[in-house]
């Protein structure tokens, strides 16, 4: 900065003005050009490496980005009728949210899922169950993103042969698997294998969409699970392409060339309320993830060096306390991400904080996007925070502090290796506790919760699910093992066995199971005796 900044925060401070980033930058008072900035060579163009403009060139001028709305709650059949009607309200592309015992690869009959069938999301056990999530939903028309990690590639799998049974080919469809389990070891928990067997089996995802699903986004790797449990944006931003880089070099080791792979990543990171970080945070993460791939890993396709990202609203900034004023959180925070480049945005419904979204609520959350795109002029320019003076600076240091904490990681051996030393689970713990100081002293605001509080809140019916789901599921499944061909699945989930246990690509014979009626449980349980659970270390 020039030298007149350091004496206007040094007034600031005199006059108690001065505030902090998320990230713990000081904010100026006045902004003023940076010392030798010259925009053509720092920024490029939209497009352009370094990409800090955004990835396309004419962005949202030609078309909005995608308007996703996170679902699923209960049986399969009632969250098909959720998405039908989020589908006639305008939505764009389905984002599946599952729930616990699915993600963490257990049916929903197994002792261990007790009392969470159906409560989070949506209970997958089998290819009956996709068969109602997605029925009369043409699947080569939707973009379906599912939020599903360890077992991402038995969901995907199933998504596929529920596409070929409506006579879809797989090269028709379009959408994402999150994939990233790396963040499950630092911040989430729904992790099933260790970490070396985890980054072979998304190797395997990686190779097979290759060859069979060329248009499907094959991991999104998760910055914004992070910044929920605390992390904050220079941290969710680094631990988010330190990750990104273990899987690169992962998949480069199983002898994928990175050209080929590269294009179809894609990333995921949170929108907070803080908006002008946020958009910093944006522009940062793109400019570092095209030198990493550039210099790194010599890609010398342009779309294995853009950072594509999908952006969710802060669920975690909302609040129980006086929910309706969650609608103004969420607007600003899908502004953030739209003044960032994202590609697809999600917009949280303001009651989240206290239960499953009603469908009043999701229809809100789905206008808001609509607002932002069609009555605004938010979409007239490209990157229109571009050469302003804060912008440009939070960028720059948004970017350093990430750099730094990334070559932190290095430093431990990569990702992993920081992982098993519990280096990026202290860190966002560190800042989580931190905010929780913050907000019970008031030094942050929170709007409703520990500042403008009133007396007594007005009475709000959640959203219920149905106690008997559970019951349900389980006689879905007694009546699927009594039907299907038992030995055609015993012959399919040998075959997995064999593949896990040496080097064919687990997903073919992982698909003739599920073909065959296999349970995501069955197919789980047989990677599980081989490649064993994962523990984390006494020392987290």
Known sequence: MLGVIP??????????????????????????????????AKLGEPGQFPYTRGVYPTMYTQRPWTMRQYAGFGTAAESNQRYHQLIDHGTMGLSVAFDLPTQMGYDSDATIASGEVGKV??????????????????????????????????????????????????DKLTGTIQNDVLKEYIARGTYIYPPKESLRLISDIFAYCQAELPRWN???????????????PAQEIAFTLANGIEYVRAAVASGLDVDEF???????????????EEVAKFRAARRIW???????????NPKSLM??????????????QQPEVNLVRVAIQGLAAVLGGTQSLHTNSYDEAIALPTEKAARLALRTQ????????????????????????????????AVELMDQVEEYGGAVAAIEKGFQKQEIERSAYQIAQEIDSVERV????????????????????????????????????????????????????????????????????????????EVCDTLREVWGTYVPADTF
């Not at 095209?290 to 010398?300: E, H, T």
């Not at 007396?455 to 009594?482: G, H, N, S």
């Open 307 to 320: 950072l594509r990202f999908h952006t969710q609203t802060a669920g975690v900034q909302l609040t129980a």
């Open 7 to 40: 004496v206007r925060r040094w007034f600031a401070y005199l006059w108690g003005m001065s505030h902090r980033s998320e990230s713990g930058f000081e904010f100026d008072p006045v902004y003023e050009p940076l010392d030798g900035f010259d925009p053509a």
């Open 218 to 232: 094959t991991i999104s790797i998760s910055g914004y699970h992070m910044a929920e449990a605390g992390a904050t």
């Open 121 to 170: 999301g949506v209970a997958i056990d089998s290819i009956d169950d996709m068969r109602v999530l997605f029925d009369k939903i043409p699947l080569d028309q939707v973009s379906t993103s599912m939020t599903i990690n360890a077992p991402g590639s038995v969901l995907l799998l199933l998504y596929q042969l529920v596409a070929e049974e409506q006579g879809v080919s797989a």
């Open 446 to 521: 929170v709007v409703g919760m520990n500042k403008f509080k009133i007396a007594e809140e007005e009475p709000y019916e959640p959203l219920r699910v149905d106690p008997t789901i559970e019951a349900q599921q389980t006689a879905r499944l007694a009546d699927l093992r009594a039907t299907r061909d038992q030995s055609a699945v015993d012959e399919a989930l040998a075959a997995l066995k064999k593949a896990a246990q040496g080097n064919d690509n687990c997903l073919y014979p992982m698909k003739a199971a599920l073909k065959a009626r296999a349970t995501v449980g």
């Open 290 to 300: 095209s030198r990493v791939m550039r210099d790194s890993f010599g890609a010398k």
């Open 262 to 276: 590269a294009p179809r990543l894609s990333f995921f990171f949170v929108a907070r309320t803080t908006l002008l």
């Open 370 to 401: 609509q607002v932002l795109a069609y009555e605004t002029d938010i979409t007239a320019t490209v990157d229109p925070f571009a050469g302003s003076y804060v912008v440009e600076s939070l960028t720059d240091e948004v970017e350093a502090a």
